[in-house]
């Protein structure tokens, strides 16, 4: 696949991460909304962190093969959401909402402002 093509099919799976995500962190838990849409948002999230294995790091050092340091969040997000359906199915209301602020803030906002960084597609479409 065209490396364009998978950056921005993991650009638009990203973006609705983000939107869902926000909706989820802001809005009351436990409903039956908040339970469909939290089981698109995990995949949603898988999704965009597997779509990330495939596109070679553009920014800093490369390590095997074609990653970079900001592959690491995509390790967080593949662990992290399991962890967190394991733990709502457990019941364990406290661990799921944990997992969930780390997956949001490490896999969305950590990783959404290193798009933005030179060098990278979001800062030519914004500061170029």
């Given at each position: 696949?065209?490396?364009?093509?998978l950056?921005?099919f993991?650009?638009?799976?990203?973006?609705?991460?983000?939107c869902?995500?926000?909706?989820?962190?802001?809005?009351?838990?436990?409903s039956?909304?908040?339970?469909?849409?939290?089981?698109?948002?995990?995949?949603?999230?898988?999704?965009?962190?597997?779509?990330t294995?495939?596109?070679?790091?553009?920014?800093?050092?490369?390590?095997?093969?074609?990653?970079?340091?900001?592959?690491?969040?995509?390790?967080?997000?593949l662990?992290?959401v399991?962890?967190?359906?394991?733990?709502?199915?457990?019941?364990d209301?406290?661990?799921?909402?944990?997992?969930?602020?780390?997956?949001?803030?490490?896999a969305?906002?950590?990783?959404?402002?290193?798009?933005?960084m030179?060098?990278?597609?979001?800062?030519?479409?914004?500061?170029?």
């Open positions: 696949m065209d490396n364009m093509v950056i921005y993991h650009l638009a799976t990203a973006v609705a991460s983000f869902i995500g926000t909706y989820l962190l802001v809005r009351r838990k436990g039956p909304a908040h339970r469909q849409l939290g089981k698109v948002y995990m995949l949603l999230m898988m999704v965009t962190a597997v779509s294995l495939f596109i070679p790091a553009q920014v800093g050092p490369q390590v095997f093969y074609h990653f970079g340091y900001i592959h690491i969040l995509s390790v967080v997000t662990y992290t399991p962890e967190a359906i394991f733990a709502i199915r457990k019941g209301i406290k661990k799921h909402r944990n997992a969930m602020v780390i997956l949001y803030v490490m969305l906002l950590v990783a959404g402002a290193f798009a933005f030179p060098g990278r597609l979001l800062h030519t479409w914004f500061f170029v």
